[in-house]
Structures are given as C-alpha cells and as structure tokens.
T-cell receptor
C-alpha cells in the first residue's frame, strides 16, 4: 500500500531533550516536506526537500533540523525542544514539485507535547 | 510569505444545503490544491487546478480557479454528513516550486 508513515504518533517530552520524528514514504517520491499544524494558524511549512541531499527552509524552520540522505526517509530533528514546539506535525511527499503543481500525500501526523 | 485567505472559517449547515468556500490571495499561484482533513488524520488531496478560469468537478464538488490565478472556490451541492471536515486550500508560488502555502482552513459541519 502506498503510504507515508510517521513515528512516533504521539510523544510527550521535556524541554531540551533531543528528539527525532521519522518519516518514510514507499512511493519513490522526490519531494518531501514537514509541516506543523496549530489551531488558528493552519498548516505551516517547516522544511522541504526537492531530492536526496537537497533541503531548504520553509516558513517556520527555527528550532528544527532535517536531513535527506536517502530518497524514502526525511527525519525531523528537534535538537533542544521548547514548549512552543508543542504541535501536530505532518510529513508529506509528492512525486515531483514541478513548476505547475505539487500534489502531496500526507502522513497520519505526530502529536508532540513539550513540557 | 504569500498568504492564502480562506472564508468562511467555520460553516455549519443542514444536510441537503449548498455551500461555497473561498480561497483568496493577492499573489499569483502556479496552481492551487484543495485538501480535506478529518480529525486525527492527515489532509487528503481532492483536486488541483492549474489553468486560470479552470473548472473541475468531483461528484457534488465543483472547484474553480480564478482567471488571474489568485483565487479559487469550492462549491458543494446538496451537502451530506460525510462532507463534514476541514477543507484546506494550498498553493505553490510562481517562483518557488518547493514552497507550499496553506490557507487556515474552513471547518464544515453538515448536520443530519
């Protein structure tokens, strides 16, 4: 089954404790992206990757890191989480972020709480 | 940041009624996508509109892209309870295919 998977689905952690949220897709998609969703603020793009070893900042990259060492995986790293990073996180992928369009497949989400 | 503004933010209607959701921007987009999201799940793509003036139909849903490619609308005919959810528009700036901007969403509740 074609899908985007994220782990963990739920995570409660404390301020400053490094964490990684994994994202994997099995559709051989070139493009992958991370978003956070907060009430009243919609979906905001954190980082995206057009292909392996190519990453770029979205609208809210502060406090996050990503890597794209292989096509299928795009982990999101929080080196020193803070309470303002409490949010619902989504990973997405698409076949190709061409000039015309970017039809994304989303993972099920990771609900992160930073105490 | 190129903003997409959606209206209304919340919409509560009776089954069988029609409704329209709007997605507006002051910027030109190369394309706009519409997604639907249910509680506890990720957004699911409904449609992409690419050409100015384009109209696409998906059963009872009609999507339109403005002539100037700055706005889009979603019209639902004879809404059903299964249409309940969060509707999001999203776009890619003309100058950067990698960046993706989402509207804040319209929460639709269809009552039986």
């Amino acid at each position: 089954e074609a899908q985007v998977t994220q782990n963990p689905r739920y995570l409660i952690t404390v301020t400053g404790k490094k964490l990684t949220v994994t994202c994997s897709q099995n559709m051989n998609h070139e493009y992958m992206s991370w978003y956070r969703q907060d009430p009243g603020l919609g979906l905001r793009q954190i980082y995206y990757s057009m292909n392996v070893e190519v990453t770029d900042k979205g609208d809210v990259p502060e406090g996050y890191k990503v890597s794209r060492k292989e096509k299928r995986n795009f982990p999101l790293i929080l080196e020193s989480p803070s309470p303002n990073q409490t949010s619902l996180y989504f990973c997405a992928s698409s076949l190709f972020a061409g000039v015309s369009y970017n039809e994304q497949f989303f993972g099920p989400g990771t609900r992160l709480t930073v105490l | 940041t190129q903003l997409l503004e959606q209206s209304p933010q919340f919409l509560s209607i009776q089954e069988g009624e029609n409704l329209t959701v709007y997605c507006n921007s002051s910027s030109v987009f190369s394309s706009l996508q519409w997604y639907r999201q249910e509680p506890g799940e990720g957004p699911v793509l409904l449609v992409t509109v690419v050409t100015g003036g384009e109209v696409k139909k998906l059963k009872r849903l009609t999507f339109q892209f403005g002539d100037a490619r700055k706005d889009s609308s979603l019209h639902i005919t004879a809404a059903q309870t299964g249409d309940t959810g969060l509707y999001l528009c999203a776009g890619n700036p003309n100058t950067n295919a990698g960046k993706s901007t989402f509207g804040d969403g319209t929460t639709l509740t269809v009552k039986p």
